[in-house]
């Protein structure tokens, strides 16, 4: 249990709730009523019946052979891009729309970057009939049009956000803005596993649906549930949190989280928050950020919408300190030649985002025994418009 | 005790008019003047703003004044370095709000020192919440007779009301309603309900309130349920590229202690 949460909401020195008083009585009812809720009966058979029916899982463990071939080494590919909506972001609203209505809230806010989760909370708010409202840098707005579309379709109220860098990090201030003004019927769905306890522990627990299912199917398919190494992107790290967390205690099994470098580590233009940053305190967490000298947070940059992000969630934070996962970074460019790579390989076109974790397998050493499994979290759909103009197709 | 909050509070019960301004607006040293015009206007109590890239809390006129603020270079180093001989000119007490990372970035421990070199009596950090506050810091606080004032709102629970009572000092900061700063709900529209709740309490430490004061009525208002109110979003939002920021100030600070 070295790697979960404590009762104070940290792992190691980071995470807790650093919130202003304004969130207090919201914050303190999800610390002490989600664990009893989510842990009742009638929620596990709800959010058990939801995973499997309506969002089609268990998401398939699947042997990519001519990319093994390619690699010299065996990669399967965890297909949570073939979820309802593309991506792994419907576990988590799932969940936290179950629970919001057992806390009797009424109105959904959420912060999107490259609009998965924002769809994925849409999504959920569609099927259960409440109202949603969903914030969005305008520079992400303009990047992901066809899934604002979507969140519209479906009946959110998208919300652009001008402050800042106009991403991730704005939506995700203007939704805090607008859960303090609107502290009694509204329910906050936070997106990965960031802000202030309980969510990185409950949004990793959510997740954590993706590292059961592996190793079930690992099992099956190569004989043992332990593979050698689990490689997922991170941005907050929601599906890094997932992908490992049925792991984090058996520490034969090699944890790599990939984040992205942008342009590069060595240039301004970068989102890779554990190589460049230091330790501070954003959006109510104590964690690692991306911060000048006077504690100002500086404006991330990644050609993924999704890990636009200038911090990390605080287990992510825990596991670099601690050296139970190992991190790296993708460039931009590395990354758009991994999501051609798998598409004319494999014949699956990934997400910008999950295309990082893709990208490290140019950065490791692998051997042929190995069992490699990369966390493929999202489907390439939303990001056709970027890929037809830097492929030229 | 020599606090000068304190001191304030025992002089006077009613009708406090404290300003809040972002350090670094409208220009990077307008700071001392800003304070010294207030002082001289006749207002009791300055909340220096130390603006933040992120600040949660506030609405977008503060959000906006701290934008500006940064971009002209403001960072607690300058602000520290502008305010070095203020108690040469300055006797109201002084208080410092902005948001943790800054601070904590600067050396929590360091920034309490300094405060107490310069004579600063105060702090208002909206994300460091009480329990954080006890755990870490208070001793190097109280080290540096330096008061953490701590905020209640209209969902705080009584229970809480009393912790954060008894762990105060100075002052309680009494958000008028639930909203992030500037949000534009008027205090006509507060819950009268949550101000005379909280006054039947008889806490120990007087209030202030804040948070949707923007003019003398409202100021008057908020008057008949705490020691007095706090002016921020209103009064940054003041400012104007015609008027000198001498008469600027002296201009709203009359219009808020004076009815139509």
């Known amino acids: 249990m070295k790697y979960q949460v404590d009762e104070k909401g940290y792992y190691g020195e980071f995470g807790g709730a650093w919130i202003p008083e304004m969130m207090f009585t919201n914050v303190d009812e999800l610390k002490r009523r989600y664990l009893e809720i989510i842990e009742s009966d009638s929620f596990k058979k709800e959010f058990d019946q939801l995973l499997k029916d309506y969002v089609g899982r268990p998401s398939p463990l699947y042997y990519a052979s001519r990319l093994s071939e390619h690699y010299g080494s065996r990669i399967y590919l965890k297909r949570e891009d073939l979820n309802h909506t593309g991506s792994h972001k419907l576990n988590n609203t799932i969940g936290q729309i179950l629970l919001a209505q057992q806390l009797g809230k009424t109105r959904i806010i959420a912060e999107t970057g490259a ?23 305008a520079l992400d707005v303009s990047r992901q049009a066809p899934n604002v579309k979507k969140m519209k379709m479906l009946g959110a109220e998208v919300i652009p956000v001008h402050s800042g860098n106009k991403t991730l990090k704005d939506a995700t201030n203007e939704a805090m803005r607008d859960w303090i003004n609107n502290p009694e019927d509204t329910h906050y769905i936070i997106g990965s596993v960031v802000g202030p306890h309980p969510y990185p522990d409950m949004v990793a627990r959510f997740q954590s649906v993706i590292s059961a299912e592996m190793k079930k199917q690992l099992l099956e398919q190569t004989g043992s549930e332990f593979p050698t190494r ?65 504690g100002q947070i500086t404006e991330p940059y990644s050609i993924s919408a999704g890990l636009d992000y200038p911090g990390i969630g605080p287990l992510h934070a825990h596991l670099f300190k601690t050296g139970r996962a190992k991190f790296l970074a993708a460039t931009d460019e590395e990354v758009l030649q991994a999501v051609l790579l798998l598409t004319q390989k494999e014949g699956i076109i990934p997400a910008l985002e999950s295309a990082h974790a893709l990208a490290a397998l140019d950065k490791i050493k692998m051997n042929p025994d190995d069992v490699n499994v990369i966390n493929l979290s999202g489907s390439g759909n939303k990001d056709m418009e970027t890929y037809l103009d830097y492929f030229g197709y | 005790m020599n ?36 002082e001289k206007n006749g207002v009791d109590l300055i909340e ?19 934008e500006i603020a940064l971009k002209n270079g403001m960072s607690i180093k300058v602000l520290f370095e502008q305010l070095k001989t203020i108690r040469e000119s300055v006797s109201i007490p002084l208080v410092l709000m902005g948001y943790l990372n800054p601070v904590y970035q600067y050396g929590v421990e360091k920034f309490c020192q300094k405060c107490n070199e310069i004579g600063i009596d105060g702090t208002i950090l909206p994300d460091l919440p009480l329990d954080e506050f006890e755990a870490n810091y208070k001793t190097i606080f109280e080290q540096n007779n330096l ?81 007095g109110a706090i002016i921020g979003s209103a009064f940054v939002s003041s400012f104007s590229e015609e008027v000198k920021t001498a008469d600027s100030v002296a201009q709203f600070v009359k219009n808020m202690l004076t009815a139509d």
């Open chain 1, 115 to 137: 609009g998965q989760h924002g769809v994925a909370t849409a999504t959920v708010c569609a099927l259960k009939g409440i109202k949603c409202i969903v914030y969005m840098g």
């Open chain 1, 230 to 294: 689990i490689l997922a992107c991170v941005g907050g790290g929601s599906n890094a949190a997932g992908a490992f967390y049925h792991f984090l205690d058996d520490e034969q099994v090699e944890l790599i989280g990939v984040e992205a470098a942008g342009k590069g580590v060595d240039t301004n233009e970068t989102a890779a928050t554990l190589t460049v940053g230091t330790p501070g305190v954003l959006h109510s967490s104590r964690t690692v950020l991306m911060q000048n000298e006077d």
């Open chain 2, 3 to 38: 606090n000068r909050i304190n001191q304030l509070f025992e002089r006077k019960k009613e009708n406090i008019l404290s300003v809040y301004f972002t350090a670094g607006f409208p220009n990077l040293n307008d700071t001392v003047e800003i304070i010294q015009q207030l």
């Open chain 2, 48 to 66: 220096i703003g130390m603006p933040f890239s992120d600040p949660t809390a506030d609405g977008p006129t503060i959000q906006r004044t701290s």
């Open chain 2, 147 to 227: 008061h953490n004032i701590l905020l209640i709102t209209p969902q705080t629970s009584e229970a809480r009301i009393r912790q954060i009572d008894d762990a105060s000092e100075g002052f309680i900061y009494m958000v008028s309603s639930s909203s992030t700063t500037g949000a534009g709900k008027k205090v006509e529209d507060f819950h009268a309900d949550y101000f005379e709740r909280i006054q039947a309490m008889n806490l120990k430490n007087p209030r202030l309130i804040g948070f949707g004061i923007s003019d003398n009525a409202t100021f008057t208002n908020a008057c008949k349920y705490a020691s």
